[in-house]
């Protein structure tokens, strides 16, 4: 392929494809933390609405999810993926809810606690014919509607997203544990397919506990 995706690795028959992409914690509660810890020594801090790093996250799957790095037009053998390492998202309190809502939506966390859902969140690979309510259309507009015109949807060709998590969260090389958690689109794959790859990956990244 042309593109330019960080990682080609070949599983079981299959041309896995990998795009990475770190999320740093947004400027804004840094300089916060920043400022209380030289003041008081202590820092501190109250969220009662954590959507908008969801809203985060679809968008770099977006942007890494871009034609000029993966071939749109899949072919049998091909298995792309993106890899978003979110240790240092919410403070490192990111857990399987964001990641089910971020890739799926509320469909994904229909049988999990009421509280992980998030009415107003259309998930990266629901159906582009899905009915949605006003504040879902408003959350499209705003959040997937960043790709170029013409451009596929990720839902099209983009199989899973690997979320990853760093313990500790330190940055220098080697100096922590890795572990994951895959969410496939069902559309392009099922557990059959996935099987031999996702086993692949968690003998190398430890499947994330939650």
Not at 5 to 18: L, M, N, P
Request: charged share 25%; aromatic share 8%; glycine share 6%.
């Amino acid at each position: 392929m042309s593109g330019d995706v960080d990682f080609c690795w070949c599983v079981s028959g299959y041309r896995v494809f990998i795009e990475m992409k770190l999320l740093g914690q947004d400027q804004k509660t840094k300089v916060d933390i920043a400022k209380q810890l030289e003041e008081s020594k202590v820092f501190a801090t109250y969220v009662s609405d954590d959507t908008k790093d969801v809203a985060r996250i679809q968008r770099d799957i977006f942007l890494k999810s871009a034609t000029k790095k993966f071939n749109p037009k899949l072919e049998p053998t091909m298995i792309n993926l993106v890899a978003v390492d979110l240790s240092e998202l919410q403070l490192g309190t990111v857990d399987l809810g964001d990641c089910l809502i971020a890739a799926g939506g509320n469909e994904f966390v229909k049988n999990c606690h009421p509280a992980i859902r998030r009415s107003a969140v259309v998930g990266v690979f629901e159906p582009a014919d899905k009915a949605l309510t006003t504040e879902q259309a408003e959350w499209v507009k705003c959040f997937h509607e960043v790709l170029p015109a013409g451009e596929p949807h990720p839902r099209d060709y983009i199989h899973g997203l690997l979320f990853l998590f760093r313990d500790t969260q330190e940055r220098a090389a080697l100096s922590y544990e890795l572990s994951g958690v895959v969410v496939w689109n069902p559309a392009l794959i099922d557990a059959a397919r996935a099987k031999p790859v996702l086993e692949a990956i968690h003998q190398i990244v430890v499947r994330a506990k939650f």
